[in-house]
């Protein structure tokens, strides 16, 4: 999809972002008093979903910039730091949770840049973050397009050895990456699935072979990588098909300068349901065996996420026995019978994704406090 008109919020008009976006992308543009207008505008369209990825909704975030990961107390979570960078993505994901997690969704991205570098320089400086994020609720390298925040995040990060920032994605937008000095302190990250899923669930993303490509290119630019399979989907084949997307990405990069591989089968909020089988109707991923796990989510039945588990983890490790793989938003028999140990015996989740990032990432985590 493509951007076919900018809101900008009075407050920002003047912004130096604000002239930098108009003048990058040159579609029409309508100045509004607050975000309301905008939403009115979306709410009334037949799907205001699609609509709300086709505009861009320039304005000021009004609180912190930096927010904890959004996970449950019921399953584990690597409890990394979210940079709050924007909100929503101009791809179209069949079950991706942001259709109904913003009401109405709407793809917004916020200029003051200055205040959210003054609040990432106070965090660092405090030496207590050590896995940034800015992928959680957007894609990270959409903005490439038409700011330079990945830029200045990633020249930012390079210049202290306790942290890294992580930019996950499903395009190729990677240009603005080359000829930075990252100092290793930046992982790029891909979203992969098999081209079955990419094609019918997956509306304006990047192929996989596309994706892989991308990940080789920033692998010769030197920054370390990160997969994440996520959500896994089951149907006719699956096994099979993500047996092939594991070998072809060993076939692309190496699997020693892979920081972590997530899995985390297809979740989704009921309400999510609904939309899906509005806006997507002809998907089947959503007519399995649910059942409502412990955060209220639709979950394939245990036995289901364990086999799958089990025999994709058994394929990367015949690739890369030495590759750190976990689980999202799991419980601990899963992680007992499908990697065979629980979280809280290597001392938790996040100090065993610190532990990857000081390896690979050259960080120096005695400086943490």
């Given at each position: 999809?493509?951007?076919s008109?900018?809101?900008?919020?009075?407050?920002?008009?003047?912004?130096?972002?604000?002239?930098?976006?108009?003048?990058?992308?040159?579609?029409?543009?309508?100045?509004?008093?607050?975000a309301?207008?905008?939403?009115?505008?979306?709410?009334?369209t037949?799907?205001?979903?699609?609509?709300?990825?086709?505009i861009?909704?320039?304005?000021r975030?009004?609180?912190?910039?930096?927010?904890?990961?959004?996970?449950t107390?019921?399953?584990?979570?690597?409890?990394?730091?979210?940079?709050?960078?924007?909100?929503?993505?101009?791809?179209?994901?069949s079950?991706?949770?942001?259709?109904?997690?913003?009401?109405?969704?709407?793809?917004?991205?916020?200029?003051?840049?200055?205040?959210?570098?003054?609040?990432l320089?106070?965090?660092?400086?405090?030496?207590?973050?050590?896995?940034?994020?800015?992928?959680?609720?957007?894609?990270?390298?959409?903005?490439?397009?038409?700011?330079?925040?990945?830029?200045?995040?990633?020249?930012?990060?390079?210049?202290?050895?306790?942290?890294?920032?992580?930019?996950?994605?499903?395009?190729?937008?990677?240009?603005?990456?080359?000829?930075?000095?990252h100092?290793?302190?930046?992982?790029?990250?891909?979203?992969l699935?098999?081209?079955?899923?990419?094609?019918?669930?997956?509306r304006?993303?990047?192929?996989?072979s596309?994706?892989?490509?991308?990940?080789?290119?920033?692998e010769?630019?030197?920054?370390?990588?990160?997969?994440?399979?996520?959500?896994?989907?089951?149907?006719?084949?699956?096994?099979?098909?993500?047996?092939?997307?594991?070998?072809?990405?060993?076939?692309?990069?190496?699997?020693d300068?892979?920081?972590?591989?997530?899995?985390?089968?297809?979740?989704?909020?009921?309400?999510?349901?609904?939309?899906?089988?509005?806006?997507?109707?002809?998907?089947?991923?959503?007519?399995?065996?649910?059942?409502?796990g412990?955060?209220?989510?639709?979950?394939?039945?245990?036995p289901?996420?364990?086999?799958?588990y089990?025999?994709?983890?058994?394929?990367?490790?015949?690739?890369?026995?030495?590759?750190?793989?976990?689980?999202?938003?799991?419980?601990?028999?899963?992680?007992?019978k499908?990697?065979?140990?629980?979280?809280?015996?290597?001392?938790?989740l996040?100090?065993?994704?610190?532990?990857?990032?000081?390896?690979?990432?050259?960080?120096?985590?005695?400086?943490?406090?």
């Amino acid at each position: 999809m493509r951007i076919s008109k900018l809101f900008i919020d009075r407050q920002v008009a003047d912004h130096p972002v604000t002239r930098s976006i108009q003048a990058r992308l040159a579609v029409p543009s309508e100045s509004v008093q607050n975000a309301r207008q905008v939403h009115e505008a979306i709410a009334s369209t037949p799907d205001p979903v699609r609509s709300g990825k086709e505009i861009l909704y320039l304005t000021r975030n009004q609180g912190a910039f930096f927010k904890p990961c959004p996970g449950t107390r019921h399953y584990t979570c690597c409890d990394y730091k979210i940079l709050h960078i924007g909100t929503f993505c101009y791809m179209d994901c069949s079950y991706c949770i942001l259709q109904t997690y913003f009401r109405p969704p709407i793809l917004e991205y916020f200029v003051n840049q200055e205040e959210m570098m003054a609040e990432l320089d106070a965090v660092l400086a405090q030496k207590k973050g050590r896995r940034i994020g800015t992928g959680e609720f957007t894609d990270s390298l959409i903005w490439t397009l038409w700011t330079d925040v990945a830029k200045l995040l990633i020249e930012r990060f390079a210049t202290q050895d306790h942290a890294v920032l992580e930019l996950k994605t499903k395009t190729t937008a990677i240009e603005q990456l080359q000829h930075l000095n990252h100092n290793r302190k930046t992982i790029a990250a891909w979203s992969l699935n098999t081209p079955h899923i990419i094609r019918t669930e997956e509306r304006g993303t990047a192929g996989l072979s596309a994706r892989l490509k991308a990940a080789a290119t920033c692998e010769k630019w030197g920054y370390p990588l990160a997969f994440h399979f996520d959500p896994l989907i089951i149907y006719h084949d699956s096994e099979q098909d993500y047996t092939q997307v594991i070998e072809n990405l060993f076939a692309q990069v190496s699997a020693d300068n892979i920081v972590w591989i997530s899995l985390g089968t297809l979740r989704f909020a009921p309400s999510v349901k609904t939309v899906i089988q509005k806006r997507f109707p002809d998907s089947k991923i959503i007519y399995a065996e649910f059942i409502k796990g412990s955060d209220g989510k639709m979950r394939y039945f245990k036995p289901l996420r364990i086999n799958l588990y089990r025999n994709i983890i058994a394929c990367i490790r015949d690739h890369a026995p030495n590759v750190v793989v976990y689980l999202c938003m799991e419980d601990n028999e899963v992680w007992q019978k499908t990697l065979g140990f629980k979280p809280d015996d290597v001392g938790g989740l996040p100090q065993m994704l610190d532990m990857c990032a000081a390896k690979l990432c050259d960080l120096n985590l005695d400086t943490v406090q």
